[in-house]
């Protein structure tokens, strides 16, 4: 009987066929940390009575929620951070590079076939190259970090198979929130979801990043995608045989299989307070706004950026509204300032932040109040997020997001 | 302890974590500093009404959304023995385990209980509310070794005390 991807990953790593169900140890290749949970994760480690880490050059941390600090006991996690890295010998460290997810892959750490466990849910994004990624908390980063390996339970898959060609308006944000608002919430809980089919072959991998980013939200444990040679480039690698052969096999067994047509998606949003509650953008035109966010590890990238930019090139935003840019990495940042994609967004009147996870996480720059409303191209809408728990957040894509930056309400893109 | 009884506290589907522990209070230094504020979207008053040994019954996918670790610690730290729900999101469900939270899934008894009633767990067995038993099923081993152990700290502290003695 054949495989799916992640039975694939997870035969290779640990040099045994595994079925669904079975719960088996691995050997983890990489592990992310960010600047929320290192105090926690160190004080674990050493609680647990480690002295080393079982493979400094495998661990990476990465400070993005809290960059810079806006309080100041956030200096408190760079101290700690700053400490752990240096104590143990530690060499993968961004102090203000980006978003985590971003630059896992961005900067090479993720490679396709890879496992690799975050402390952080969106830690699913590294699907985007074929790695089975998942998020964990910090007490199983902790002992990870001391032994290399954590238990999992092997997932059941769902398969996603998208045809067609997709409409203008319709980006991957409108497939995913599509898909949870499809499976609901709980969905794909402990699965594993597999995208095949045309439309996801013609995808930029930023545009996978964007799907496998928000699977966590209808709880599946990863998001795979089978590695081309998009990723291969993407990557900078030449795919060996056996990153080739993580592909689904013809008779591997599905426990769901659903099919789309991409011509038949339209712009969507999820709306408050659940990323489940997805409703056609049509269905809410003329609803009053006044704040825009574009950024995130879902759709901060270049890709993200400029088609905002087209969308606002030549026109303002509404006076009443705050349109706040956020790029997903430095590197975004350059690409997007050299190609002249940040200057439309500023003469179109946008306020562009550092890169970091900025409004996302509700820390920094743009919080809002009771009754205030936000269209956001981030992952999550959920109560109280981005301030109070009075503020309606709906998540849309960047073209969405734009188009109603213009107008100061809901308009399809 | 193979069964206890506690006065039970209701939540509805989805109870994300964000629910659980709102993100502006993770900076906090302890988690102690953090309960207060538990479940304030939703009910502020919650956090300050629980009492130790209280049961949360919920319904699908508690415990949705970020990875924190804080939420299953919090939920403990407010002194619930234990949350039933119809089904757990698979991080906290983890991070629960990890940290000594016992978690029953149940999709019954729901819509029989009210707030304020009490109930009584017997491990590994049923779920008592006034006359009708609820069956539950068992954890799997290697869950059951951890939560015995106290959690992965206590489980990992044994195995580098172990791995001492054999230098």
């Known amino acids: 009987m054949g495989l799916t991807i992640i039975e694939k990953i997870v035969r290779n790593n640990i040099g045994k066929e595994v079925r669904p169900g079975e719960i088996v140890t691995v050997n983890v290749d990489r592990v992310m940390i960010h600047d929320i949970f290192i105090p926690f994760v160190a004080s674990k480690f050493e609680e647990m009575g480690f002295t080393k880490i079982w493979d400094p050059d495998k661990a990476v941390l990465i400070y993005d929620h809290l960059v810079p600090a806006s309080q100041v006991d956030d200096t408190r996690h760079f101290r700690i951070g700053n400490e752990f890295v240096e104590k143990y010998d530690m060499k993968n ?21 890879n496992i690799v466990f975050g402390t952080d849910s969106h830690t699913t994004t590294y699907g985007c190259v074929g790695a089975f990624s998942s998020g964990i908390g910090y007490t199983e980063m902790a002992s990870i970090l001391g032994t290399g390996t954590l238990w999992i339970r092997v997932p059941e898959t769902i398969k996603v198979n998208i045809t067609g060609k997709l409409p203008e308006n319709v980006m991957a944000k409108d497939i995913i929130l599509k898909l949870i608002g499809d499976l609901g919430a709980d969905g794909a809980t402990y699965k594993a979801l597999e995208f095949t ?62 099919e789309y047509k ?76 050299k190609n002249g994609t940040l200057a439309v967004l500023a003469e179109a009147g ?18 809002l109040t009771d009754g205030e409303t936000v269209i956001a191209t981030n992952n999550r809408n959920f109560l109280g997020r981005m301030g109070t728990s009075k503020v309606n957040i709906y998540l849309a894509s960047p073209k969405t997001a734009a188009a109603c930056a213009i107008e100061g309400k809901i308009v399809a893109p | 302890m193979n069964q206890f009884t506690g006065k039970i506290w209701i939540l509805g589907d989805d109870i994300d974590t964000d629910i659980i522990i709102p993100t502006e209070y993770l900076a906090l230094k302890t988690v102690q500093d953090m309960a207060p504020y538990a479940f304030s979207p939703l009910r502020p008053e919650l956090a300050g009404q629980i009492k130790e040994g209280d049961i949360i019954v919920a319904g699908k996918n508690f415990g949705c959304g970020s990875s924190r670790e804080q939420a299953p610690e919090i939920i403990k730290a407010l002194g619930i023995q234990c949350v039933i729900a119809k089904s757990f999101a698979r991080i906290f469900f983890r991070n629960a385990i990890n940290n000594g939270l016992l978690l ?38 290697n869950l059951v070794d951890i939560l015995n152990a106290g959690g992965l700290v206590k489980a990992m502290q044994k195995l580098n005390s172990a791995k001492d003695c054999t230098i």
């Open chain 1, 93 to 113: 460290i961004h102090r203000s590079d980006g978003i985590c997810h971003q630059l896992m892959t961005e900067a090479g750490y993720v490679k396709p076939g």
């Open chain 1, 197 to 258: 089919g045309d439309t996801v072959e013609n995808m930029t991998v930023a545009s996978r990043m964007c799907m496998s980013n928000m699977a966590i939200e209808a709880g599946a444990k990863c998001a795979l995608f089978s590695p081309d040679e998009k990723t291969a480039e993407y990557c900078g690698i030449t795919l060996t045989e056996k990153e080739q052969d993580l592909v689904g096999d013809a008779d591997a067994q599905y426990c769901r299989v659903i």
């Open chain 1, 262 to 337: 991409a011509e038949e998606f339209v712009p969507v949003m999820a709306c408050p307070s659940n990323v489940d509650n997805v409703k056609p953008v049509t269905e809410l035109v003329g609803k009053n706004i006044d704040q825009v966010f574009i950024g995130s590890c879902t759709n901060g990238r270049l890709e993200d950026l400029m088609a905002a930019a087209e969308i606002l090139k030549g026109k303002q935003v509404a006076p009443f509204v705050k349109l706040i840019v956020t790029p997903a990495s430095r590197k975004i940042y350059q690409e997007a300032t």
């Open chain 1, 350 to 367: 946008a306020i562009i932040t550092h890169p970091s996870c900025g409004l996302c996480c509700g820390r920094t720059g743009g919080i």
């Open chain 2, 104 to 141: 029953i899934e149940n999709d019954q008894l729901q819509d029989a209980v009210k707030e304020g009633e009490e109930i009584t767990v017997i491990l590994n067995k049923a779920i008592e509310y006034h006359e009708n038993q609820y069956p539950i099923t068992s954890l799997p081993q």
